[in-house]
């Protein structure tokens, strides 16, 4: 069974960076669409950022020329690199298919706080 495991996360201030990794063991991420996700409390998860086969990369309106998704093929690996953080972006972040199609990770914490 395949299993996600996100890392990266942690405590930045607003304005900062932070790039998180999402690790696939038993699958790869160049021949289906895989996908970030968020869920900040009290709220619905929500897809961030997709990127499909071809490389094609599609994001929400709120993270559009702040966030980059990319993935690394021989690594195997997820990745989203998030810049300008603002507070709003304070959630858990997740990594999927898309849609989703495997069991959720525990997810990485993201907080933006001063």
């Known amino acids: 069974q395949v299993q996600l495991v996100e890392s990266g996360g942690g405590l930045v201030q607003p304005g900062g960076s932070l790039r998180l990794s999402c690790a696939a063991s038993?699958?790869?991420?160049?021949?289906?669409?895989w996908a970030w996700y968020r869920q900040a409390p009290g709220k619905q998860r929500d897809v961030v950022a997709s990127i499909i086969r071809g490389g094609s990369t599609n994001y929400d309106d709120s993270v559009k020329g702040r966030f980059t998704i990319s993935g690394d093929k021989v690594k195997n690996t997820l990745y989203l690199q998030m810049n300008t953080l603002k507070p709003d972006d304070t959630a858990i972040y997740y990594c999927?298919?898309?849609?989703?199609?495997?069991?959720w990770g525990q997810g990485t914490q993201v907080t933006v706080s001063s």
């Open positions: 038993g699958s790869t991420f160049v021949d289906i669409p």
């Open positions: 999927n298919t898309a849609p989703p199609t495997m069991t």
